[in-house]
């Protein structure tokens, strides 16, 4: 064989020269070493040509050492926070009503200093009473409040609310003290609309935005907006289909974030005794800030975003099943059977019992929610591994 | 990657884990997490699901671990985990026509060329070529060569992460290479990225 001016790219073509590189062995060498004496200017092209074919590599992407160390310490974070979850779950029935009180009590104290800006987060703190039962409550300020009937329409007009019920004829609402209040100034402008758990409710507001509220929720805003700017704040879940206004930013307020929108529909799941926050984008763009350290997320079509104790996830996901509830159904989609049941506790207004380890299990589904509840407990023992028994206002979980 | 310097094996670190030991857990993460990581990212997806589902995948350990004493190769184990978490995650945003089989994302295989004797332009080239030839390949040849040749899977650990038969796998494999021998001169070298991993003790010149 002549390898007469071969250059180092004959060499890697050349499937001896391969096999001795794969399976050196010491007759190859040998072989190879007497080509180099033979030809002593082939040695460089040679060592090119080896070197050539011991750098090519398969790719394989190694994580950052930095980011290596943040999914470390986030998956011990996680688990920490599911172990906390998992505890109180179980004890919170218990202390349901002890804890609020105290919580409001603290939230007052630490909020106290910076006053001067509304403070949303008090004014949406109420009695857990108020949520546990009753009608829904719209307080148009200290001395005007109205109960309503559940899945209640509330329309904003420039000088009137309308409030319907229902399949009820549309009742006018035109008394004279209702209309004054709505044109108040400030500090009673601001409205209070309490959804307890098992209710729902619907709000059109003065610029024509669509909320629909879900159970065990609080929504304040006001009957007029700003100049400037559109705010609301939530405690709770709510789906918003925001009418389009660049001079006018939409703000949503919660505990964690503010979610900023010029014009686009999305839910808002921020209920304030619950770690977790989510919002999830069916149309358009949003600006999501969080509280604690101001950081920016944008949002869009299709993307969900987690807060979880300052931790943030985006996630990819199918809306519908985040938004049904307002059109009276709950589709899951692989949902683990406690965060099943915790949504049927907010709507139907009962308390959940664990009464045994139920095993991990996800469903996948729809819900009517216009069914009583003991046919909705009924669909859920049929297909997740657990038995539900009822008394009263709690239902208590066994394993199968 | 161990701070003691002593590779205990995967045996014994999953018998620790299951018992409790947190601290096995933080081990099996560091001895894996780039395996997971450079086989997550070989489908077409971006690098913070992959990210994301291996977060998950170890708090799932976390929470199962009574569940995991069936194991006898973890590495397969992990390779298989993170592939379902990726299939499932993937699948999830086509539910409402969840008839569709499930399918994976397609799977590339990236290749790079160190710093040579050779000049940049010509490293490109010789980059642009396999880059070629590989494209030639189906989803499934490049994962199949993926995982026998730089993980070392055994063919039946392939067919069944594949979720094929055996006979399957081993024809996946050989046909791919049957494809890249075809061609000729500088582009056969490109067999080398998959002998690389398992010839060991090659000596250079």
Sequence with gaps: MSYLHYTYRDFIGDPDFIQWVLHPSSDKDNYWKQIIKEHPELESEIKKAREIIMRIRIEKPILPAEKRKEIESRIFENIAYKQKRQHILSIFQKVAACAVIVLSIAIYFTWQPNRGKIDYQLLTEVPDELLNGGNVQLILNDSNKMELENKSHIKYHSDKIIISHGEKAEQENESSSLEANVREKQENKLNKLIVPRGKSSFVELIDGTKVWINSGSVLIYPSEFEKDKREIYVNGEIYLEVVHDENKPFIVKTSGCDVKVLGTSFNITAYQDDNLQSIVLAEGKVAVTLNEDSRSFHLMPNEKLDIADNQVTKHLVEVAPYISWKDGYFIFKQETVQNILKRISRYYNVEIEYKEDIPSFTCSGKLNLNLQIDKVIETIQSTAPINIKQSGNTLSIYSK | ?205
């Design chain 2, 1 to 205: 990657m161990e701070e003691s310097g002593i590779y205990e094996a995967d045996e014994n670190l999953l018998q620790r884990f299951i018992e409790g030991d947190n601290n096995a857990l933080s081990v099996i993460y560091n001895r894996y997490v780039d395996m997971l990581y450079a086989y997550g990212t070989s489908f077409k997806v971006s690098k913070e699901i992959v990210e994301d589902n291996i977060q998950d995948l170890f708090c799932y350990l976390h929470f199962h671990r009574k569940q995991l004493s069936s194991i006898t190769n973890l590495k397969y184990y992990l390779l298989r985990a993170i592939r379902n978490k990726l299939l499932n995650y993937y699948n999830s945003k086509s539910f409402f026509h969840s008839s569709i089989e499930k399918e994976m994302p397609d799977f590339v295989l990236k290749i790079t060329v160190e710093d040579t004797l050779i000049e940049y332009e010509e490293q490109q080239l010789l980059k642009e070529k396999i880059k070629q030839l590989l494209a030639c390949l189906s989803s499934n040849q490049k994962e199949a060569l993926y995982l026998h040749y730089i993980e070392e899977m055994e063919y039946k650990e392939v067919a069944s992460l594949l979720n094929c038969t055996e006979e399957n796998a081993r024809k996946l494999v050989s046909r791919a290479i049957e494809k890249i021998k075809k061609n000729e001169g500088i582009v056969k070298i490109t067999l080398l990225l998959f002998f690389h991993a398992t010839e060991k003790g090659i000596t250079y010149l």
